[in-house]
């Protein structure tokens, strides 16, 4: 049997009448109910839930009950707010500013409720908001991303997800996602609900081919060919159409659009949380038209003294591109792993330079490059007919001072 | 209504005669109850008083303590009243009747005194927990501090003085061993433990509301509105003590929750923070502010706790931000509260080249000759590097994707024997630890150039760090 939350708030109005108060009392039990909902998304682990009710109290002492049969709710964190008095208010005395507190919480037993002892200087209803974190309605951000046809753009919808697993349903409630604005909508009983943040056309996107050996390994060992990954790059900031906040981590399905106008799936990878102004990188697949062929060239030693000596590789890349169009290719070397390959591993950090013999030009990527990992952007022209150039790059690093 | 405590004077007889089928007792009531809760152990000393009638000679008392956690050993009994007149004569436990005792009282006189029971009990304990509430600058924010008295000790204790004490206390036996001692028969008393699970104890709960209600009304509750009952805080030695005002119902099985202070605008400071050691390899957001009286604070320590933090946004509504744990902050100390990581502060080390000088080597040349050919002589350097000092730069970048500018504080630890060489705003943190600041503007990008030297081999000779003002080494591929 399915259970079903039961969040309810009760005000007791109990009015002592006869002197054995304890067996003769006419009680009278208010129901208040949820005059407004705002769930908050905002935190990454945490869903807060503020509802908001008008409660009829009475001057004096009060007493709220608040339970919350079959759900999740943290009690630790239940907050209790007076906003204030709502409509007509009569005092006992009209010179004294209305006020209500709480006096004190009490928590029964084994039960899953607690009671709000509340004063109020006045009779009237009183509107509070009452908030607590709900375990089991949570959010996941997806994307789907539209690629034209000459990939130099795409149309980015951004949806968000929110599982209403809670036992308890919303109706007409404020969801606030941080990332995304809010919106209005009602949420029921271990329902999912999908719904369009934005969607923006025309962004403009780079598409990056890369090799590096340690990170992708090989497509062909025997042959040293490396795999050659290709990745859909988004720029967060307003130059790219985008930059209104970061984008949340989630799935991203890419699509690309025929020549006929409609699209085929090409793809999906995981985007990562992306601040404004940083880059969303998109695993697209291994490009099967761009060759690189990876070998070691040379590797000399030059003795120092004693047990001092430099030594000198020398990486050689042998790149065809068989694409009818010209791209871009980026070449990475993680610095360990090179030295580990030469055997010239050691526990000592590598001191190295690039030696003169390197055919990159430009040098290094300054802002991918460290001192563990060097990256070359080798620029490939199309293919001219049915033959494609074959381009050779060397990459020579000098290991200084090594023993 | 429970009531496990009695007190019980036996009239007539003696106690060898308390065997006897035909028996007379009077049950005197509770006048007065005062609850002193530690919180550092479960530990609270019980002081009752009672109004009891003597006759002149000896009076038997039976004082029992049915499915209770009383401790028997700490079970005492004073004379508020005419003290001089009346004696303990002796105290019987009975091997028969576990969780019960009688003492014989000699009096000198016919008539009333007043007499105070004290015992420690275990199962009631009290907690302290806050609740932050920032305004949407993250500038000032309302604490709320609250104790919470929670009772499953068997006993209902109603309208009870209740003191909750700061501090730590040395036992040398816990309180509910004691009180389980000689009893292993008797079934653990409701509520202790966790209640039974599925019982709905609604009607329990609106009686016992009622019935709070009805001692509110007497107490002329509905004249005025009700005021909130003030904590009042005191030292005492090396505790503190927070007397409850009134005085309090606390039912076997319920928690009560009052509020102890409330600071409404407490200025508070933002600062990210890096230190490996407190809060892991990460950049933390911290909330800092001071138990003092600029933040309406500062009346007395804040005890152990947990901290729920949530911040007040545009609309009035709240965003849930952390809850953490703190340790007791004495007045006038910070109150620290790590907020996390922010996803929207970069925060990486990147090392951007090593390289080695400065190479010491022993010397140990051979000189070998070539056996084939008559000129073939080499001589052969078999030295080996013996110290050296290793330089490796480092970039700290930071990128501030907030929308407000940002401190910073970063510590960082090097063993050995290092020179930490930038142009940073740096101090020494200790012997090994280089803290340096900074601060960042919206949307601000920031590398933190600094260079490590350290020596290594025989080149070291201390082990510390120090600071030089100076301009890290170049990296030649980035120029």
């Given at each position: 049997m399915k259970r079903i939350g039961l969040l309810s708030l009760v005000v007791a109005m109990a009015l002592p009448l006869v002197p054995n108060p304890a067996e003769a009392r006419v009680k009278l039990i208010t129901l208040p109910v949820r005059e407004r909902v705002e769930v908050q998304l905002d935190h990454a682990h945490a869903t807060l839930v503020e509802e908001e009710r008008i409660v009829p109290l009475v001057a004096g002492a009060n007493q709220v009950d608040f339970s919350w049969a079959n759900t999740r709710i943290d009690p630790g964190t239940i907050v209790f707010r007076v906003i204030g008095y709502e409509g007509e208010v009569v005092g006992k005395n009209p010179a004294t500013q209305p006020e209500v507190n709480v006096l004190s919480v009490s928590y029964p037993p084994g039960e899953s409720a607690l009671v709000w002892d509340v004063s109020s200087s006045h009779s009237g209803p009183v509107r509070v908001r009452i908030s607590y974190l709900l375990g089991g309605l949570s959010k996941s951000f997806n994307?789907?991303?539209?690629?034209?046809?000459?990939?130099?753009?795409?149309?980015?919808?951004?949806?968000?997800?929110?599982?209403?697993?809670?036992?308890?349903?919303?109706?007409?409630?404020?969801?606030?996602?941080?990332?995304?604005?809010?919106?209005?909508?009602?949420?029921?009983?271990?329902?999912?609900?999908?719904?369009?943040?934005?969607?923006?056309?025309?962004?403009?996107?780079?598409?990056?081919?890369?090799?590096?050996?340690?990170?992708?390994?090989?497509?062909?060992p025997a042959q040293k060919k490396l795999r050659v990954p290709m990745h859909y790059v988004l720029t967060n900031d307003e130059d790219h159409g985008l930059g209104g906040e970061s984008l949340p981590h989630g799935k991203v399905r890419i699509f690309q659009k025929d020549s006929t106008g409609t699209t085929a799936f090409t793809g999906e990878d995981w985007g990562s949380f992306t601040p404004i102004d940083d880059k969303m990188k998109l695993y697209l697949g291994t490009a099967q038209d761009v060759v690189v062929k990876r070998t070691i060239e040379r590797r000399d030693r030059t003795k120092v003294g004693g047990n001092l000596s430099h030594f000198d590789v020398i990486v050689k890349y042998e790149i065809e591109n068989f694409k009818d169009q010209a791209v871009v290719l980026d070449i990475a070397e993680q610095i360990n792993n090179l030295r580990n390959e030469t055997g010239l591993g050691s526990n000592q950090q590598a001191e190295w330079v690039i030696g003169e013999q390197t055919t990159f030009t430009g040098g290094p990527d300054a802002e991918e490059s460290s001192q563990h990992r060097v990256l070359f952007h080798a620029e490939l022209p199309a293919r001219a007919g049915d033959k494609a150039e074959k381009i050779v790059h060397m990459l020579h690093l000098q290991f200084r001072n090594q023993f | 209504m429970k009531r496990l405590l009695t007190l019980i004077l036996v009239l007539t007889f003696t106690i060898p005669t308390l065997a006897r089928n035909i028996d007379l007792s009077t049950v005197p009531a509770r006048d007065t109850v005062q609850l002193t809760i530690y919180n550092a152990e479960d530990l609270t000393l019980v002081r009752e008083t009672r109004v009891i009638s003597f006759k002149q000679g000896n009076n038997p008392l039976q004082f029992s303590w049915a499915n209770t956690l009383i401790d028997p050993t700490s079970v005492e009994l004073r004379f508020l009243t005419r003290p001089d007149e009346l004696t303990v004569v002796d105290t019987t436990f009975p091997h028969d009747k576990p969780q019960m005792l009688y003492w014989n009282v000699a009096s000198e006189f016919s008539g009333v005194a007043t007499v105070e029971?004290?015992?420690?009990?275990?199962?009631?304990?009290?907690?302290?927990?806050y609740t932050g509430i920032t305004d949407p600058d993250n500038k000032t924010m309302r604490l709320e501090g609250f104790v919470t008295v929670t009772n499953n000790s068997g006993e209902d204790y109603e309208d009870a003085q209740v003191r909750l004490v700061v501090g730590t206390v040395n036992l040398v036996e816990k309180i509910a061993q004691l009180a389980q001692r000689g009893m292993m028969n008797v079934p653990a008393p409701a509520g202790y433990g966790g209640a039974v699970p599925g019982v709905r104890m609604d009607r329990a709960r609106r009686e016992v509301a009622l019935k709070s209600m009805v001692a509110d009304a007497d107490a002329s509750y509905f004249a005025d509105a009700q005021e909130e009952r003030q904590v009042?805080?005191?030292?005492?030695?090396?505790?503190?003590?927070?007397?409850?005002?009134?005085?309090?119902?606390?039912?076997n099985g319920w928690a009560k929750r009052m509020r102890s202070f409330d600071a409404a605008d407490a200025p508070v400071k933002v600062q990210y923070r890096y230190r490996a050691n407190e809060y892991g390899d990460q950049l933390v957001r911290m909330m800092l502010l001071t138990n003092n009286e600029e933040s309406s604070l500062?009346?007395?320590?804040?005890?152990?706790?947990?901290?729920?933090?949530?911040?007040?946004?545009?609309?009035?509504?709240?965003?849930?931000?952390?809850?953490?744990?703190?340790?007791?902050?004495?007045?006038?100390?910070k109150i620290e509260l790590n907020l996390g990581v922010d996803p929207n502060v970069v925060f990486e080390v990147v090392d951007l080249r090593t390289f080695r000088d400065n190479i010491w080597g022993s010397i140990n040349a051979k000189i070998r000759r070539r056996?084939?050919?008559?000129?073939?002589v080499r001589i052969e350097d078999r030295g080996r590097v013996e110290g050296w000092d290793e330089h490796t730069i480092y970039a700290q970048r930071i990128r501030n994707y907030t929308g407000k500018p940002i401190e910073l504080e970063i510590r960082r630890a090097f063993g050995g024997d290092a020179t930490f060489v930038s142009r940073l705003d740096t101090k020494s943190h200790d012997f090994q630890t280089v803290q340096f600041t900074t601060r960042l503007d919206t949307g601000e990008s920031r590398d933190l150039l600094y260079e490590l030297v350290q020596r290594q081999g025989s080149n070291q000779k201390q082990n510390r760090v120090e600071i030089m003002k100076a301009d890290p080494a170049d990296v030649p591929w980035m120029n």
């Amino acid at each position: 049997m399915k259970r079903i939350g039961l969040l309810s708030l009760v005000v007791a109005m109990a009015l002592p009448l006869v002197p054995n108060p304890a067996e003769a009392r006419v009680k009278l039990i208010t129901l208040p109910v949820r005059e407004r909902v705002e769930v908050q998304l905002d935190h990454a682990h945490a869903t807060l839930v503020e509802e908001e009710r008008i409660v009829p109290l009475v001057a004096g002492a009060n007493q709220v009950d608040f339970s919350w049969a079959n759900t999740r709710i943290d009690p630790g964190t239940i907050v209790f707010r007076v906003i204030g008095y709502e409509g007509e208010v009569v005092g006992k005395n009209p010179a004294t500013q209305p006020e209500v507190n709480v006096l004190s919480v009490s928590y029964p037993p084994g039960e899953s409720a607690l009671v709000w002892d509340v004063s109020s200087s006045h009779s009237g209803p009183v509107r509070v908001r009452i908030s607590y974190l709900l375990g089991g309605l949570s959010k996941s951000f997806n994307y789907r991303a539209v690629a034209e046809h000459d990939e130099s753009t795409l149309t980015l919808a951004r949806y968000i997800r929110v599982q209403n697993f809670a036992n308890e349903q919303y109706q007409d409630t404020q969801i606030h996602a941080g990332l995304g604005g809010q919106f209005s909508k009602p949420i029921g009983l271990n329902e999912t609900k999908e719904i369009l943040i934005e969607k923006i056309a025309d962004v403009p996107i780079l598409k990056t081919y890369t090799c590096d050996l340690a990170q992708y390994g090989y497509l062909d060992p025997a042959q040293k060919k490396l795999r050659v990954p290709m990745h859909y790059v988004l720029t967060n900031d307003e130059d790219h159409g985008l930059g209104g906040e970061s984008l949340p981590h989630g799935k991203v399905r890419i699509f690309q659009k025929d020549s006929t106008g409609t699209t085929a799936f090409t793809g999906e990878d995981w985007g990562s949380f992306t601040p404004i102004d940083d880059k969303m990188k998109l695993y697209l697949g291994t490009a099967q038209d761009v060759v690189v062929k990876r070998t070691i060239e040379r590797r000399d030693r030059t003795k120092v003294g004693g047990n001092l000596s430099h030594f000198d590789v020398i990486v050689k890349y042998e790149i065809e591109n068989f694409k009818d169009q010209a791209v871009v290719l980026d070449i990475a070397e993680q610095i360990n792993n090179l030295r580990n390959e030469t055997g010239l591993g050691s526990n000592q950090q590598a001191e190295w330079v690039i030696g003169e013999q390197t055919t990159f030009t430009g040098g290094p990527d300054a802002e991918e490059s460290s001192q563990h990992r060097v990256l070359f952007h080798a620029e490939l022209p199309a293919r001219a007919g049915d033959k494609a150039e074959k381009i050779v790059h060397m990459l020579h690093l000098q290991f200084r001072n090594q023993f | 209504m429970k009531r496990l405590l009695t007190l019980i004077l036996v009239l007539t007889f003696t106690i060898p005669t308390l065997a006897r089928n035909i028996d007379l007792s009077t049950v005197p009531a509770r006048d007065t109850v005062q609850l002193t809760i530690y919180n550092a152990e479960d530990l609270t000393l019980v002081r009752e008083t009672r109004v009891i009638s003597f006759k002149q000679g000896n009076n038997p008392l039976q004082f029992s303590w049915a499915n209770t956690l009383i401790d028997p050993t700490s079970v005492e009994l004073r004379f508020l009243t005419r003290p001089d007149e009346l004696t303990v004569v002796d105290t019987t436990f009975p091997h028969d009747k576990p969780q019960m005792l009688y003492w014989n009282v000699a009096s000198e006189f016919s008539g009333v005194a007043t007499v105070e029971i004290a015992y420690f009990t275990s199962g009631i304990t009290w907690s302290a927990d806050y609740t932050g509430i920032t305004d949407p600058d993250n500038k000032t924010m309302r604490l709320e501090g609250f104790v919470t008295v929670t009772n499953n000790s068997g006993e209902d204790y109603e309208d009870a003085q209740v003191r909750l004490v700061v501090g730590t206390v040395n036992l040398v036996e816990k309180i509910a061993q004691l009180a389980q001692r000689g009893m292993m028969n008797v079934p653990a008393p409701a509520g202790y433990g966790g209640a039974v699970p599925g019982v709905r104890m609604d009607r329990a709960r609106r009686e016992v509301a009622l019935k709070s209600m009805v001692a509110d009304a007497d107490a002329s509750y509905f004249a005025d509105a009700q005021e909130e009952r003030q904590v009042i805080k005191e030292g005492l030695s090396e505790y503190f003590i927070f007397t409850i005002e009134g005085t309090e119902t606390v039912p076997n099985g319920w928690a009560k929750r009052m509020r102890s202070f409330d600071a409404a605008d407490a200025p508070v400071k933002v600062q990210y923070r890096y230190r490996a050691n407190e809060y892991g390899d990460q950049l933390v957001r911290m909330m800092l502010l001071t138990n003092n009286e600029e933040s309406s604070l500062g009346e007395s320590p804040l005890p152990d706790g947990i901290v729920r933090l949530f911040r007040r946004n545009d609309t009035g509504s709240l965003s849930y931000l952390t809850q953490q744990s703190i340790k007791y902050i004495p007045v006038g100390d910070k109150i620290e509260l790590n907020l996390g990581v922010d996803p929207n502060v970069v925060f990486e080390v990147v090392d951007l080249r090593t390289f080695r000088d400065n190479i010491w080597g022993s010397i140990n040349a051979k000189i070998r000759r070539r056996f084939d050919d008559p000129g073939g002589v080499r001589i052969e350097d078999r030295g080996r590097v013996e110290g050296w000092d290793e330089h490796t730069i480092y970039a700290q970048r930071i990128r501030n994707y907030t929308g407000k500018p940002i401190e910073l504080e970063i510590r960082r630890a090097f063993g050995g024997d290092a020179t930490f060489v930038s142009r940073l705003d740096t101090k020494s943190h200790d012997f090994q630890t280089v803290q340096f600041t900074t601060r960042l503007d919206t949307g601000e990008s920031r590398d933190l150039l600094y260079e490590l030297v350290q020596r290594q081999g025989s080149n070291q000779k201390q082990n510390r760090v120090e600071i030089m003002k100076a301009d890290p080494a170049d990296v030649p591929w980035m120029n």
